[in-house]
């Protein structure tokens, strides 16, 4: 939930508006692969209910991490533009909003203050990700460890947390089919 409240707590409504009117909702099954490595992809994804897994194929599909409810994925490859590293499969039968990346570009290209804002709300994600790895290779804890852990947010984010949880209710209870 924590990088989920990180990205939402960075934009506003009609940021979120923008993205329920373009994203499309779609369904998958469990066991269903969302993001294949090194197969590219054209949207990026909010998770809206359900969970995935994040694996790579060459390290005999072990789970990596669990992307869950509110979180985006596929940033790193619409930021990179490069193949996905790892593959993102549900866990159970999620349901996800997928904003194509041509809209999403567009708009980024037309509007600088969602840009800014869209921009540093991956960038608080990848942040809390590449804290959470530097964490674990540190102190060699498991995945249940760092799950089941709480780090705290800061007292700047603090302020922003019951909008954040607000509006991921809100995207969550208002994407269309």
């Known amino acids: 939930?924590?990088?989920?409240?990180?990205?939402?707590?960075?934009?506003?409504?009609?940021?979120?508006?923008?993205?329920l009117a373009k994203g499309?909702?779609?369904?998958?099954?469990?066991?269903?692969?969302?993001?294949?490595?090194?197969?590219?992809?054209?949207?990026?994804?909010?998770?809206?209910?359900?969970?995935?897994?994040?694996?790579?194929?060459?390290?005999?599909?072990?789970?990596?991490?669990?992307?869950?409810?509110?979180?985006i994925v596929g940033e790193v490859s619409f930021i990179d533009t490069r193949t996905p590293l790892a593959t993102v499969r549900a866990q159970e039968p999620s349901t996800v909003l997928a904003v194509s990346r041509?809209?999403?570009?567009?708009?980024?290209?037309?509007?600088?203050?969602?840009?800014?804002?869209?921009?540093?709300?991956?960038?608080?994600c990848l942040s809390?990700?590449?804290?959470?790895?530097?964490?674990?290779?540190?102190y060699g804890r498991e995945l249940e460890e760092l799950d089941s852990e709480k780090a705290p947010f800061s007292p700047a984010m603090m302020g922003t947390l019951e909008l954040a949880e607000a509006r991921l209710r809100w995207i969550t209870e208002n994407a269309r089919a």
């Open 1 to 19: 939930m924590k990088k989920a409240l990180l990205f939402f707590s960075e934009l506003d409504s009609t940021d979120l508006e923008w993205m």
């Open 24 to 71: 499309k909702k779609e369904t998958l099954d469990t066991g269903k692969v969302l993001i294949q490595e090194g197969m590219g992809i054209n949207a990026l994804y909010i998770v809206l209910s359900g969970s995935f897994s994040v694996s790579i194929e060459a390290n005999n599909q072990q789970v990596l991490a669990r992307i869950l409810t509110g979180e």
């Open 102 to 124: 041509a809209q999403l570009t567009t708009k980024l290209q037309q509007d600088s203050s969602f840009s800014a804002r869209f921009y540093r709300a991956v960038c608080l």
């Open 128 to 138: 809390d990700r590449l804290r959470g790895t530097i964490s674990r290779l540190g």
